[in-house]
C-alpha cells in the first residue's frame, strides 16, 4: 500500500492497526462527548459567582466580608471565627466529626464547607436558614459555637474597632447606619458568594471533553447508571433538595434533621443533600461526621438510599469521578488579612 501524499509504501497490516486506533480514538472521542451531553443535562457548570437577587455584591462588600470572615473578636471568646470551623485553607472544613466552639463544647453536626455553599437551595443541614447570610447570624449567636448574647454585643465589638466604621460605610454607602448586624451577614455573604471552585468537571461540561481521564468518565457513567442523580443533581452535584436518610434501608441516629425546625412528623429524618462539590477533600461525611472515609460513604449512601449493595469496583469508580469535582481555591482571593487594631473600648475575651 502506498501513501499517495509522501510516496513511501506503508505494510497492509501497518495501514489496518492505524485505521483500527483512529477508530477507536473516534468512538472514545464519541463517548466522551455523549457523556457530557448527558452530564449536562443534570450539572449545570458553576457559574462564577452566586448572585443574590436585588442586592449586587460590590467588591467593598467583599474586602469587608473577607475581613469579618477571619475576625475572631465577635465571638465571646475572641478565639473563633468563621474561618476557626470552615477554614479556607482545607477546603472550608476543620476535619472533624463535629466542630470545638466556645469553651470547647462541639455540637452533634458536622461542619459542611463554606466553598460554593451560596448555590445551594438551603443553609445548615436542615435548611433552617435560607441564604448565606442567613446562615452568617446563627453560629455567632450560638451558645456552643461563638457564644454571642446577642446581636447588639457583636456590633458593639465592631464599632469599638476604629478601622471598621469606613469599611462598612463604603460598603453600605446609602444606609444611615452601616455598622449593623444585617450588614455584617450582608458582607460575609459577599465574601461567601464568590467561594467558586470550578473543577476539571466544568472544563468538560464546557465542551473539553478530554479534561477527564477514561477512568473519571467510565466513573461519571456508574455514577449516573446508580442512581445517584435522583439527590446529588444541580451545578453542585447535591445541595438542592431536602432527603431522608435510610429512605430504602433504615440509617440509625438519633437526629431528627429537619423535624426539630418543622415540627412535622414527615420530616423526621430529613437532611439537606450535601453537595459532592470538592467531597474528595471535605470528610469526615454526613451530618454527625461519623463516616471517615469517601469509599464508605458511597456504599453506605448506595445501600440506604438507593437499595443498592456495590461491588468495591463500583464504588472506586465513582469515587474517582468525584476526585474530578475537586476545584481550585484562590490563594489570593481567601488570604487572611491582617487584624485592625482595637481600640480602646474593644472589649475583652470572657471565657466564661
Given at each position: 500500500?502506498?501513501?499517495?501524499?509522501?510516496?513511501?509504501?506503508?505494510?497492509?497490516?501497518?495501514?489496518?492497526?492505524?485505521?483500527?486506533?483512529?477508530?477507536?480514538?473516534?468512538?472514545?472521542?464519541?463517548?466522551?462527548?455523549?457523556?457530557?451531553?448527558?452530564?449536562?443535562?443534570?450539572?449545570?457548570?458553576?457559574?462564577?459567582?452566586?448572585?443574590?437577587?436585588?442586592?449586587?455584591?460590590?467588591?467593598?462588600?467583599?474586602?469587608?466580608?473577607?475581613?469579618?470572615?477571619?475576625?475572631?473578636?465577635?465571638?465571646?471568646?475572641?478565639?473563633?471565627?468563621?474561618?476557626?470551623?470552615?477554614?479556607?485553607?482545607?477546603?472550608?472544613?476543620?476535619?472533624?466529626?463535629?466542630?470545638p466552639g466556645h469553651k470547647g463544647q462541639r455540637g452533634g453536626r458536622n461542619s459542611p464547607t463554606t466553598l460554593n455553599a451560596a448555590f445551594e437551595f438551603a443553609q445548615f443541614w436542615d435548611g433552617r436558614a435560607a441564604t448565606v447570610e442567613e446562615?452568617?447570624?446563627?453560629?455567632?449567636?450560638?451558645?456552643?459555637?461563638?457564644?454571642?448574647?446577642?446581636?447588639?454585643?457583636?456590633?458593639?465589638?465592631?464599632?469599638?474597632?476604629?478601622?471598621?466604621?469606613?469599611?462598612?460605610?463604603?460598603?453600605?454607602?446609602?444606609?444611615?447606619?452601616?455598622?449593623?448586624?444585617?450588614?455584617?451577614?450582608?458582607?460575609?455573604?459577599?465574601?461567601?458568594?464568590?467561594?467558586?471552585?470550578?473543577?476539571?468537571?466544568?472544563?468538560?461540561?464546557?465542551?473539553?471533553?478530554?479534561?477527564?481521564?477514561?477512568?473519571?468518565?467510565?466513573?461519571?457513567?456508574?455514577?449516573?447508571?446508580?442512581?445517584?442523580?435522583?439527590?446529588?443533581?444541580?451545578?453542585?452535584?447535591?445541595?438542592?433538595?431536602?432527603?431522608?436518610?435510610?429512605?430504602?434501608?433504615?440509617?440509625?441516629?438519633?437526629?431528627?434533621?429537619?423535624?426539630?425546625?418543622?415540627?412535622?412528623?414527615?420530616?423526621?429524618?430529613?437532611?439537606?443533600?450535601?453537595?459532592?462539590?470538592?467531597?474528595?477533600?471535605?470528610?469526615?461525611?454526613?451530618?454527625?461526621?461519623?463516616?471517615?472515609?469517601?469509599?464508605?460513604?458511597?456504599?453506605?449512601?448506595?445501600?440506604?438510599?438507593?437499595?443498592?449493595?456495590?461491588?468495591?469496583?463500583?464504588i472506586a469508580s465513582i469515587q474517582t469521578f468525584l476526585g474530578s469535582l475537586t476545584g481550585k481555591v484562590d490563594a489570593t482571593y481567601v488570604a487572611e488579612p491582617a487584624p485592625l487594631p482595637s481600640g480602646p473600648n474593644t472589649p475583652k475575651p470572657?471565657?466564661?
Amino acid at each position: 500500500m502506498r501513501n499517495s501524499r509522501i510516496g513511501i509504501r506503508v505494510p497492509v497490516f501497518v495501514a489496518v492497526s492505524l485505521a483500527a486506533c483512529m477508530a477507536a480514538g473516534m468512538a472514545r472521542a464519541d463517548a466522551r462527548e455523549d457523556a457530557a451531553r448527558r452530564a449536562r443535562l443534570i450539572f449545570p457548570p458553576l457559574p462564577a459567582e452566586a448572585q443574590r437577587a436585588g442586592d449586587p455584591i460590590t467588591d467593598a462588600q467583599v474586602e469587608l466580608g473577607r475581613r469579618l470572615y477571619y475576625e475572631k473578636r465577635i465571638s465571646k471568646s475572641q478565639q473563633i471565627s468563621c474561618n476557626s470551623c470552615h477554614l479556607l485553607t482545607r477546603f472550608g472544613v476543620d476535619g472533624e466529626p463535629t466542630s470545638p466552639g466556645h469553651k470547647g463544647q462541639r455540637g452533634g453536626r458536622n461542619s459542611p464547607t463554606t466553598l460554593n455553599a451560596a448555590f445551594e437551595f438551603a443553609q445548615f443541614w436542615d435548611g433552617r436558614a435560607a441564604t448565606v447570610e442567613e446562615q452568617a447570624k446563627g453560629p455567632v449567636l450560638n451558645p456552643i459555637e461563638m457564644g454571642m448574647p446577642k446581636p447588639e454585643a457583636c456590633v458593639a465589638v465592631i464599632e469599638s474597632i476604629p478601622g471598621y466604621a469606613a469599611l462598612f460605610a463604603k460598603a453600605f454607602p446609602s444606609d444611615a447606619k452601616p455598622v449593623s448586624y444585617d450588614n455584617f451577614a450582608r458582607a460575609v455573604g459577599a465574601f461567601e458568594r464568590r467561594l467558586v471552585t470550578p473543577s476539571r468537571f466544568d472544563e468538560f461540561l464546557g465542551g473539553k471533553t478530554d479534561a477527564l481521564t477514561d477512568a473519571e468518565v467510565a466513573g461519571l457513567d456508574t455514577f449516573l447508571t446508580t442512581g445517584c442523580p435522583t439527590c446529588h443533581m444541580g451545578p453542585t452535584v447535591g445541595g438542592q433538595m431536602f432527603q431522608k436518610i435510610g429512605l430504602v434501608h433504615p440509617y440509625e441516629t438519633k437526629d431528627l434533621g429537619r423535624y426539630d425546625v418543622t415540627k412535622k412528623e414527615a420530616d423526621k429524618y430529613f437532611f439537606k443533600v450535601p453537595m459532592l462539590r470538592n467531597v474528595a477533600e471535605t470528610g469526615p461525611y454526613f451530618h454527625d461526621g461519623s463516616v471517615k472515609t469517601l469509599d464508605e460513604a458511597i456504599r453506605l449512601m448506595a445501600w440506604h438510599q438507593l437499595g443498592k449493595k456495590l461491588e468495591p469496583a463500583e464504588i472506586a469508580s465513582i469515587q474517582t469521578f468525584l476526585g474530578s469535582l475537586t476545584g481550585k481555591v484562590d490563594a489570593t482571593y481567601v488570604a487572611e488579612p491582617a487584624p485592625l487594631p482595637s481600640g480602646p473600648n474593644t472589649p475583652k475575651p470572657d471565657l466564661n
